[in-house]
């Protein structure tokens, strides 16, 4: 850090370039090291048994987790990582489903379980993560949308998007590559520009 006498202008520079370099490093580290895992993790979390829409919601997770560790220190090697964290989600999400027959129980309030309903600022956040999401698909060029849509939203295969938009498997595959360097870009600056404003 550069100390300059009477302003903290210098400082915020250097900062703010470190923060970014960082998000490039990590950004660069996410594509070539999780992105890739991405099909393996899905068939992992697929074995326990949930949901298609489960197994999305839990992968993203694994993401978000995953990229805010690397903020601190990117791992080597990533895979072990990855799959214990997704190790660990899946064990919390069992342990929070366990279900207590209400006929085992004569008052509700015996029960003393905290409602695991987000907070107020758990909600402002998840509903901001969304409109990044949702601002930076609409700056997508329209086929790059359509496929991240079609592969990720409607769960179509890369040759069932590859027939219905006209062109080759190859050319799906850049295209989801594309589409998801630019959405986990969008999604990674935001956590520094929270950072940088406190």
């Known amino acids: 850090m550069v100390e300059t006498p009477g302003t903290d202008r210098e400082d915020v520079t250097v900062n703010n370039s470190s923060g970014e370099t960082r998000a490039a490093e990590v950004k660069a580290w996410f594509v070539r090291e999780v992105l890739p895992l991405e099909a393996v993790l899905i068939q992992f979390l697929s074995r326990s048994g949930r949901s298609r829409a489960d197994v999305e919601d839990l992968r993203q997770d694994v993401y978000m987790r995953v990229c805010a ?10 895979r072990p990582l990855v799959f214990t964290v997704a190790r660990n ?11 207590i027959p209400i006929e085992a129980v004569e008052n ?20 901001e993560e969304l409109r990044t999401l949702r601002d ?6 329209d086929r790059v949308r359509a496929a991240i849509t079609m592969h990720k939203i409607d769960g179509l295969t890369v040759r069932e998007i590859a ?12 295209y989801l590559s594309e589409g998801l360097r630019v959405l986990a870009e969008a999604l990674l600056r935001e956590p520094l520009d929270l950072r940088r404003s406190r």
């Open 69 to 78: 560790s690397a903020f601190k220190e990117i791992p080597s090697p990533t």
């Open 89 to 99: 989600l899946l064990i919390d999400r069992a342990r929070r489903e366990q279900v």
């Open 108 to 127: 509700l309030d015996a029960l003393n379980v905290a409602i695991d309903a987000p907070s107020a600022d758990r909600v402002v956040v998840a509903r």
């Open 136 to 141: 930076a698909l609409e700056r997508l060029p």
């Open 163 to 174: 027939e219905r938009i006209g062109v080759t498997e190859r050319t799906i595959e850049r």
